[in-house]
T-cell receptor, first 111, second 117 residues
Framework: DAKTTQPPSMDCAEGRAANLPCNHSTISGNEYVYWYRQIHSQGPQYIIHGLKNNETNEMASLIITEDRKSSTLILPHATLRDTAVYYC????????????FGQGTRLTINP | GAVVSQHPSRVICKSGTSVKIECRSLDFQATTMFWYRQFPKQSLMLMATSNEGSKATYEQGVEKDKFLINHASLTLSTLTVTSAHPEDSSFYICRGGTGAQSPREAFFGQGTRLTVV
């Protein structure tokens, strides 16, 4: 799987949009960009994924650059409960494939 | 959605004893189970991958005789930490895989906090 690079930490004010960047310059054509988050002492939670088009669901939006070498996860109205470590992973789309986690971004939402 | 139930959520054991962690897939057949370990303020590290009915594949540096994995059915996989030591204290998380293309999958267990005293 392609390696990803994320900032180690970010802060965001409650109610504002949180924009989390991820670089994946070596991504292959058949690899998707996945985002997960992990709230303290819990298992990782799926957020969103995409291939090349921008995606939006009830949790977040995913913006992927045209060259697919980077992406941004957007939490439109961050709440205190969004405080977590966010992981960006690139992988082929196959249910039984192992996920390799990087260090992620520790996002702190401040009141 | 697909759910993996992991038990126990917390366990404290004495040094030298063994601890078993269970992961059950509640509404899907987990043909593959991944086991991760996470130390404080670190990322998840894959320990091993098991396929139902066959031996687990361990990542480099993980002792297979210490971390026994059993995946005897499509709905149950267990990780046994044998002769536990304080350095085995960690957060253990399982993840089930279906083997089919499943873009949404996030079949992680809730995690087990193991403390060895």
């Amino acid at each position: 799987d392609a390696k990803t690079t994320q900032p180690p930490s970010m802060d965001c004010a409650e109610g504002r949009a949180a924009n989390l960047p991820c670089n994946h310059s070596t991504i292959s054509g058949n690899e998707y960009v996945y985002w997960y988050r992990q709230i303290h002492s819990q298992g990782p939670q799926y957020i969103i994924h995409g291939l090349k088009n921008n995606e939006t669901n009830e949790m977040a939006s995913l913006i992927i650059t045209e060259d697919r070498k980077s992406s941004t996860l957007i939490l439109p109205h961050a709440t205190l409960r969004d405080t977590a470590v966010y992981y960006c992973i690139v992988r082929v789309i196959q249910g039984a494939q192992k996920l390799v986690f990087g260090q992620g971004t520790r996002l702190t939402i401040n009141p | 959605g697909a759910v993996v139930s992991q038990h126990p959520s917390r366990v404290i054991c004495k040094s030298g004893t063994s601890v078993k962690i269970e992961c059950r897939s509640l509404d899907f057949q987990a043909t593959t189970m991944f086991w991760y370990r996470q130390f404080p303020k670190q990322s998840l590290m894959l320990m091993a991958t098991s396929n139902e009915g066959s031996k687990a594949t361990y990542e480099q540096g993980v002792e297979k005789d210490k971390f026994l994995i059993n995946h005897a059915s499509l709905t149950l996989s267990t990780l046994t930490v044998t002769s536990a030591h304080p350095e085995d204290s960690s957060f253990y998380i399982c993840r089930g895989g279906t083997g089919a293309q499943s873009p949404r999958e996030a079949f992680f267990g809730q995690g087990t906090r193991l403390t060895v005293v």
